[in-house]
């Protein structure tokens, strides 16, 4: 069973988390982390580490952030280990509902590359798709 932390600026955690467990039931540990703008920039370490320590250390993470040098990806990579932890950016739902129906047993790469390939098959430009 994996871990997954989604991770954004504004709520957009809360909703996406929200929105693929409509599609999607999961086995895994989804947790969604909320950089609310009403917070001060000093309080997110404390939200990550409580993120963090809320997770099954033996088991592989996942953490999803919305902006590659975005605030929540900038708190997430000090996170990544070897094989235990991967942070991937540019969150979007297929994504998210990808890694929740993954069985357990797979690796950290496997459920990376998987995740990434998710993202980026459900980026369609509509007119082209309908030609």
Known sequence: ?????????????????????????SANKIIPVSFELTLDQSEYPAKMAEAMESIDPNEPTIILTDLFGGTPSN?????????????????????????????PGKSIEELSNGARQAGKDAIIIAGEFLQ
């Open 75 to 103: 708190f997430a990579i000090p996170y990544i280990q070897k094989d235990k932890v991967e942070v991937i950016t540019g969150l979007n739902i297929p994504m998210l509902v990808y890694l929740m129906t993954q069985p």
């Open 1 to 25: 069973m994996a871990n997954i932390l989604v991770i954004t600026h504004g709520n957009l955690a809360d909703e996406f988390v929200s929105i693929a467990e409509n599609i999607a039931k």
